[in-house]
């Protein structure tokens, strides 16, 4: 049945490696914990056993933007999905349950913070569920670089269901130190692990050291081709980056979570469809995108740590075919990874104070605030108190894991409208002429409207109907007053969930996992990040499989440190080195080879100045000939 309810909803005639495995085990009704690397096909191993199993499957998730998008992709294969999270509207959460409540609901994603309000839980324990599945899992272990407290409080939800519910955890990096805690908080039965290797065959990792980036990036970009994703970690370099490679005419735009919802997915479908080669982008790009051509991820900035580099540079090459991850690296590198332990982990005291100006510039007393759902200005809140973003955002982030708020980021949102008249009222509204162009504009444009909200786009109605978008707006809303629609504008607030009642800041207490274990942590994953970007005598593969765990990794023969051990070792009495016999391999393929071809199988590894050099040796002494003005040949002797 399995393979049928594949072919049917996603069109494939087999799965993936490992993905079977974790299905089986899940229908068979175990406790499971997948570890599937990223492009390893996460989504599947649950949304299929969810088309399968009588009742609903539960699905936790952090990322706001990505439930998002999975609901959108389930719904067009006509897979009934709903999600709840904080940024919903009463109405829509209440659909949402009403839908599930029915039987017309697959499947529900919801964020963790949900399972922290006692009034939803007590409506899930109404449901049958049949499957609790934990995404991004490593987030429940303390041991993970992205701990989270709101997922402690999956264990509880465990304990609302019928014992016989299995849960699935998944996650695309895990330690396994981390593996064996996800499995010990979620209280497996037994322990269960699905694991495929961390091992990518045909992506090559390369450190490029260069206190000038931008050349060292031109270079690479020069010398290689297809499609490419630049990791940075400011919004500001996005944009900068972005520019400089257009004036150097190389197409490319940034990406980051500050661009509003249609400015992301015009970006991200411009890319998808390679008009822009080049995605200039913070962490925000990237998960759950699934193109598989990715020929070429360059880290400009290094990460924090091995996990969230392996999962960036995962995304090249999900196709199979070579593909490179390249990091570029500087001297003040090491310094700048060692100052974000201390902006990660701001004084006490300063926590404290960021603590008491939220609950002032929420106004929230003390004793008070339980419960509570609150839109939160982050820039704002920084400018009226001066405070340096970088160490309050840390600080809110330290209270989060402490358990005295949730401060969720992620938190930009689409408009949406569900038109809430029946169809014979709808006769007898007597409205505006703009106003009944844009009402009739949107029924005609977007389907489901009386059973659902749908995602619009406002700009595109005003593009359409040559009205401005304030226009649109205002008969939204207009039509709204009249109860004949529910319009939600799109927002890009956070939000703040006071967990608890608001505390005087000297009650305030940071346990030491919180704190002091949680920076040891970060320490150590640091000086791994160091180990493997200044490393020059370890295979870079082997260092992040030896992380993960597998300690039987070898040499992949692929990356810079071994191709540079390969160049010693073929040096022989011909006086040709090992850049010279890559050269000829290349070149003696049939027909020769394009130059530009060339310089991008080789740069990666070696520098275009000493390409060229070896050329004009090997030309000189008659190994190999120029033809066609560009092409390569081999001399046949």
């Known amino acids: 049945m399995k393979h049928s309810v594949l072919k049917r909803y996603w069109g494939y005639s087999s799965f993936r490696p490992m993905q079977e495995e974790i299905i089986d085990s899940v229908m068979a009704g175990r406790d499971t ?82 399972l922290q309000n006692k009034e939803f839980l007590a409506e899930l324990r109404t449901l049958r569920v049949s499957l609790l599945v934990v995404d991004e899992a490593h987030c429940i272990s303390q041991w993970g670089y992205d701990f989270r407290p709101s997922y402690l409080r999956i264990a509880d939800l465990r304990q609302l269901l019928d014992e016989t519910v299995p849960v699935l955890a998944l996650t695309a990096s895990a330690t396994p130190e981390v593996a064996a805690d996800i ?18 065959p045909n992506l090559s990792y390369v450190v490029r050291y260069a206190d000038f980036k931008d050349d060292m990036l031109l270079r690479i970009l020069r010398a290689t081709s297809g499609c490419s994703i630049i990791y940075v970690r400011s919004r500001r370099r996005t944009r900068e980056i972005a520019e400089m490679l257009s004036r150097e005419g190389i197409s490319a735009e940034p990406y980051h979570a500050g661009l509003s919802p249609e400015e992301k997915e015009l970006r991200q479908n411009r890319w998808m469809a390679d008009e822009v080669r080049v995605i200039v982008a913070t962490n925000a790009f990237g998960m759950g995108i699934d193109k598989p051509d990715v020929r070429l991820v360059v880290h400009f900035d290094l990460p924090s740590s091995l996990e969230e580099y392996y999962q960036e540079a995962g995304r090249g090459g999900r196709d199979g075919k070579e593909s490179l991850a390249v990091a570029i690296v500087s001297k003040a590198d090491k310094g700048l990874l060692t100052r974000r332990v201390a902006e ?79 169809k014979d009222e709808l006769y007898s509204l007597s409205l505006d002429a703009d106003t009944e162009d844009v009402f009739q504009y949107v029924l005609r444009s977007y389907t489901g409207l009386f059973a659902d909200y749908v995602y619009i786009n406002e700009v595109a109605i005003a593009t359409t109907l040559r009205l401005s978008s304030d226009t649109v707006y205002n008969a939204l809303l207009y039509l709204t007053r009249l109860h004949a629609v529910s319009y939600i504008p799109r927002k890009t607030t956070p939000y703040i969930v006071w967990t608890t009642s608001r505390e005087e800041p000297r009650h305030l207490v940071i346990p030491l996992e919180v704190y002091e274990r949680q920076r040891e942590r970060m320490e150590r994953r640091i000086e791994a990040m160091k180990d493997f970007a200044y490393t020059s005598t370890d295979c870079r593969a082997s260092v992040l499989l030896r992380y993960f765990g597998d300690k039987d990794a070898c040499d992949c023969g692929k990356c810079d440190i071994c191709r540079s051990r390969r160049r010693v070792a073929l040096e022989d009495k011909s ?34 100045s000493d390409i060229t050099t070896r050329l004009r040796y090997l030309i000189d002494h008659s190994h190999i000939c120029i033809v066609d003005t560009t092409r390569l040949r081999i001399v046949n002797r």
């Open 183 to 200: 499995m010990d908080r979620l209280g497996f039965r037994t322990h269960n692990v699905f694991s495929r290797s961390f091992a990518r």
């Open 33 to 114: 914990l997948g570890l599937l690397p990223t492009g390893g096909g996460k989504s599947i191993t649950f949304q299929v056993p969810a088309l399968m199993l009588p009742g609903l499957t539960i699905v936790v998730t952090p990322l706001i933007s990505l439930m998002k998008d999975q609901v959108d992709n389930l719904r067009r294969r006509d897979v009934p999905a709903v999600l709840f999270h904080s940024g919903l509207t009463r109405a829509e959460k209440d659909l949402a349950m009403t839908r599930c409540r029915l039987g017309k609901a697959r499947i529900a994603y919801m964020s963790p913070e949900r």
């Open 575 to 608: 006086g040709l080195g090992a850049l010279d016999h890559s050269i000829l391999h290349l070149v003696s393929r049939p027909g020769g080879i394009e130059m530009d071809r060339l310089l991008a199988e080789l740069v990666p590894g070696s520098t275009v």
């Open 344 to 422: 990660a982990f701001p004084d006490k005291e300063f926590i404290a104070y960021v603590y008491e100006m939220v609950g002032n510039f929420l106004s929230v007393s003390v004793g008070e605030g339980y419960g509570r759902v609150c839109e939160f200005d982050f820039n704002t809140f920084c400018r009226v108190y001066s405070l340096p973003p970088v160490p309050a955002q840390s600080a809110l982030h330290i209270l989060t894991r402490a358990g005295y708020l949730e401060f969720i980021e992620e938190t930009t949102s689409r408009s949406r409208l569900m038109v809430v008249m029946n």
